[in-house]
């Protein structure tokens, strides 16, 4: 063994037991199975996606409809684990509604929905969503809030609990609200505490709906940045929906993007080639962030020109809040 080698192995060795102390500290030992996992993944944070990363999400010609209403049909895709994807498209075409089913909230009416293997059946603390409505307890404070969220996954003192709820509020930038009740925040507010809460848990799979729909452009770019710098470090798996075409490329790792509809399907992927970690400027300013945009442009405008030459109501994001 060269000195060098024996040198990285004694840092890996070093990384390695202070992130078991680590994982210990936040979960007790009942938790292990999840620290175990989340151990892997920081040691692995910087290995890049490839083949051989399990898949975390399966659909297999997976349909939903409302009634008589086919909503989704067809729908065809894989998630690998620690894989970032956008889901963009036309409103009403059924983002959210893929959310609901992934999230378990809703189960689809025909093919078959996978997680980690396994049937999705029900609802699980393994997947944190944050809705485009915010859904906080409005009897809770912010602060109360995020540490329900919080006891479900930490057996921890009321005190120590209350001191990590506050540390993930101030990420969000809204330590100031620990005390409010979401009726006194405003709606960009109430948004970052909903984005707080999902945070907190650190699931496996993190769900987000349009999570930065209601946010100034200031505070916007500081969670983008703060979602990339915690799923670098985190690796969880994400879908996260948005209309912002710019934010989507900054983000994703792949875009799947769903035709207009009802009923929708996957019209179309984009790999999303940017180096990781990324820096923002860099990207927005890279000749590719151009070519991409304005692809991913055009077959947002196809769709919506199909659906307009077939005289069928193009609706607006907003429109159906
Ligand atoms: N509870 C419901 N009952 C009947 N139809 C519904 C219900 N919820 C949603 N829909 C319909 O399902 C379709 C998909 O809605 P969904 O909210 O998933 O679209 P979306 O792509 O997320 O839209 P947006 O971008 O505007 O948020 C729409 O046509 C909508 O009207």
Known sequence: MTQSTLKRDCRLAEEISEEIRNLSDAYGNECWKKGGSRLAKTLLKDVPLTEDVPIKIRAN????????????????FTVREGEFVVLMGPSGCGKST?????????????????IDGE???????ER?????DYSLFPWLTTG??????????????????????????????????FDKYPGQLSGGMRQRAAIARALALSADLLLMDEPFGALDPVTRVH??????QLWQDRRQ?????????????????????????????VAHELKIPFARPRQRKKV????EFTELRDQLMDHMNKGLFEKLEREETVFYPGDRI
């Not at 893929?98 to 009416?109: A, C, D, I, K, M």
């Not at 944190?128 to 485009?132: K, L």
């Open 61 to 76: 010609d997976v349909g939903f409809g409302y009634g008589h209403q086919d909503i989704l049909q067809n729908i065809d």
């Open 98 to 114: 893929f959310l609901r089913l992934v999230s378990g909230l809703s189960l689809p009416t025909r093919g078959k929905l996978e």
């Open 119 to 125: 049937p999705v059946r029900d609802t699980s603390i």
């Open 128 to 132: 944190a969503i944050v809705f485009q």
């Open 144 to 177: 109360e809030n995020v540490m329900l969220a919080l006891s479900q996954v930490m057996k921890k003192k009321k005190k120590e609990i209350q001191q990590v709820a506050q540390e993930y509020l101030q990420m969000v930038q809204l330590e100031h609200a």
């Open 223 to 228: 969670l983008q940045d703060l979602i990339l």
């Open 237 to 265: 798996t994400v879908l996260f929906v948005t209309h912002d075409v710019e934010e989507a490329l900054f983000l994703a790792d792949r875009i799947l993007l769903f035709s207009p509809g009802p009923p929708s399907i």
């Open 284 to 287: 927005f300013q890279s000749p």
